[in-house]
T-cell receptor, first 116, second 112 residues
Framework: DAGVIQSPRHEVTEMGQEVTLRCKPISGHNSLFWYRQTMMRGLELLIYFNNNVPIDDSGMPEDRFSAKMPNASFSTLKIQPSEPRDSAVYFC??????????????FGPGTRLTVL | KQEVTQIPAALSVPEGENLVLNCSFTDSAIYNLQWFRQDPGKGLTSLLLIQSSQREQTSGRLNASLDKSSGRSTLYIAASQPGDSATYLCAVLDTGRRALTFGSGTRLQVQP
């Protein structure tokens, strides 16, 4: 199994530009999570999907952030317009949901975003 | 709101030493607890998952325990090696929010 796949691995952009991060979860996993990691705030959940439906987006910082999951094998996180404070490592993770919980979450390698 | 605390924040030990990393959480209504390892500039690697009904899990030289009532978990690493040097993160899955809440991690350095 290839694990969770994220692209790009690194992204450098200028303030005001649109940024799109991509994720392919592990085949057979029905829950997908987007996390953000910064030195100041550590790892924080942004949004998660269950069976392609957004369940909890309370961690999305503001309207500039949006996420979609058009099918079970693909998700995007978009930032428009980007700002320097969005610079962070963005991780995608997937798991199999069981009842009201989830089994082990597996993380992708992350996308390191730098907004100048 | 769930809060996860890890102590110590950093630890340096000589090779071969046994060590314990601590994790505490404020809300005991959890579904499971997961320990991760993160190497510098890399993603997270899952080490152990403990369901709320379990007391401990073992994988090789790693043993994780869970005391849900007191809101504590420990990760025990036996016979540490330089290759164990990394940041270790503890995360709990709330029954309510259904998403992981992470601690800030313990940065481990094992000296050869």
């Amino acid at each position: 199994d290839a694990g969770v796949i994220q692209s790009p691995r690194h992204e450098v952009t200028e303030m005001g530009q649109e940024v799109t991060l991509r994720c392919k979860p592990i085949s057979g996993h029905n829950s997908l999570f987007w996390y953000r990691q910064t030195m100041m705030r550590g790892l924080e959940l942004l949004i998660y999907f269950n069976n392609n439906v957004p369940i909890d987006d309370s961690g999305m910082p503001e309207d500039r952030f949006s996420a979609k999951m058009p099918n079970a094998s693909f998700s995007t996180l978009k930032i428009q317009p980007s700002e320097p404070r969005d610079s962070a490592v963005y991780f995608c993770a997937s798991s199999v949901s069981v009842g009201f919980g989830h089994n082990e979450q597996f993380f992708g390698p992350g996308t390191r975003l730098t907004v100048l | 709101k769930q809060e996860v605390t890890q102590i110590p924040a950093a630890l340096s030990v000589p090779e071969g030493e046994n060590l314990v990393l601590n994790c505490s959480f404020t809300d005991s209504a959890i579904y499971n607890l997961q320990w991760f390892r993160q190497d510098p500039g890399k993603g997270l690697t899952s080490l152990l998952l403990i369901q709320s009904s379990q007391r401990e899990q073992t994988s090789g030289r790693l043993n994780a325990s869970l005391d849900k009532s007191s809101g504590r978990s420990t990760l025990y690493i036996a016979a540490s090696q330089p290759g164990d040097s990394a940041t270790y993160l503890c995360a709990v899955l709330d029954t309510g929010r259904r998403a992981l809440t992470f601690g800030s991690g313990t940065r481990l350095q094992v000296q050869p």
